[in-house]
C-alpha cells in the first residue's frame, strides 16, 4: 500500500478497492489507538494522536470509530491496547527487496502469517538486516501534477528541509528527513498547493525493474501481504515500468 509506487496504484477493481478500505481503515484506527496509548486522549497535548486523527478524517474513517479508538487506546474503556510493531524482511522475484512493516498485539501469530505469505507467493524470508541496509526511513509527501512543475514544488518546499522531488507517474513525490515532514507539508499549504499523501517510509537506495512474470509474482505477493491484519505497510525497492504494467492491466481486463 505504501510508497506511491505505480504497482500501489493499479488495483481499480471495485470490489478491491472496497476491501483495501476497509483494511486502511483498520491500520489508521489502529495508529490512533497506538498514539493514545502512548501520549493520552489529549490531542492538544498529544501531537501524534492529532497526526494519526487528522489521517484518519483525511480518508474519511467516520468521527465514531475515531472516538472509540481514542478512548481505547488511552484505556478509558477498560480495554488494554498494547501493539507491537516488528518489521520483517523478504526477498521477492528477480532478487528484489521486501520490508513488511507489523502492528500486533500477538507477535507469534504475526510472524507465522507473514511467513507462510511469503514463502506461499514465492518469496523467501531474509536474515535481519540483509534487506534493512536498502531502504531509509523518510518523510514523504504525494501530490499530483496538475499543472506544476517540478520547480513550483521545490520552490515551495526547499527552505522547509525537503531533500528532492521526484516524478513519479502522474504524482509528484517531495523527500526530507522524517523531522522535516511537518514543515513540508506547511510549505505546501502556505503556498496554497494540494497534496494526497504525507507518510514517513521506508524508501529504497536502489530499485530493481521486474520483467512480467516476475512483477506478476511480486504483485500477488504485496497482495497477500497487505491482506494481513498485522500488517501495516509493505515497503520494495521493485520498479515495474509502464509497458509492463499495461501488459498485466491488459491481462487482467
Request: charge should be negative; charged fraction near 30%.
Amino acid at each position: 500500500m505504501s510508497g506511491h509506487s505505480k504497482w500501489a496504484t493499479t488495483k481499480h477493481k471495485k470490489a478491491v478497492i472496497d476491501a483495501r478500505r476497509a483494511k486502511s481503515f483498520a491500520k489508521l484506527i489502529k495508529n490512533i489507538e497506538v498514539a493514545a496509548r502512548a501520549g493520552g486522549a489529549d490531542m492538544a497535548g498529544n501531537p501524534g494522536l492529532e497526526l494519526a486523527v487528522q489521517k484518519a478524517k483525511k480518508t474519511s474513517v467516520p468521527n465514531d470509530n475515531i472516538d472509540r479508538a481514542i478512548k481505547r487506546g488511552a484505556g478509558l474503556t477498560g480495554e488494554v491496547v498494547d501493539y507491537t510493531e516488528i518489521i520483517y524482511e523478504a526477498r521477492g522475484p528477480q532478487g528484489s527487496a521486501v520490508l513488511i512493516e507489523c502492528l500486533t498485539d500477538n507477535k507469534n501469530r504475526a510472524a507465522s502469517e507473514v511467513r507462510l505469505a511469503i514463502t506461499r507467493n514465492g518469496g523467501t524470508i531474509a536474515d535481519p538486516g540483509s534487506v534493512a541496509y536498502m531502504f531509509a526511513r523518510k518523510g514523504v509527501v504525494a501530490l499530483p501534477k496538475n499543472d506544476l512543475t517540478e520547480d513550483d514544488v521545490l520552490m515551495a518546499v526547499l527552505d522547509a528541509g525537503a531533500e528532492e522531488v521526484k516524478e513519479s507517474g502522474d504524482n509528484f513525490e517531495i523527500h526530507s528527513d522524517p523531522t522535516d515532514l511537518r514543515a513540508v507539508v506547511a510549505g505546501l499549504e502556505e503556498a496554497g498547493i494540494e497534496y494526497e499523501t504525507d507518510e514517513v517510509e521506508f524508501v529504497p537506495s536502489m530499485e530493481v525493474e521486474l520483467e512480467a512474470d516476475a512483477a506478476r509474482k511480486f504483485m500477488k505477493l504485496v497482495d497477500a501481504l497487505e491482506d494481513l491484519d498485522d500488517v501495516q505497510n509493505v515497503y520494495s525497492n521493485a520498479d515495474i515500468s509502464e509497458e509492463v504494467m499495461a501488459t498485466l492491466e491488459s491481462e487482467d481486463a
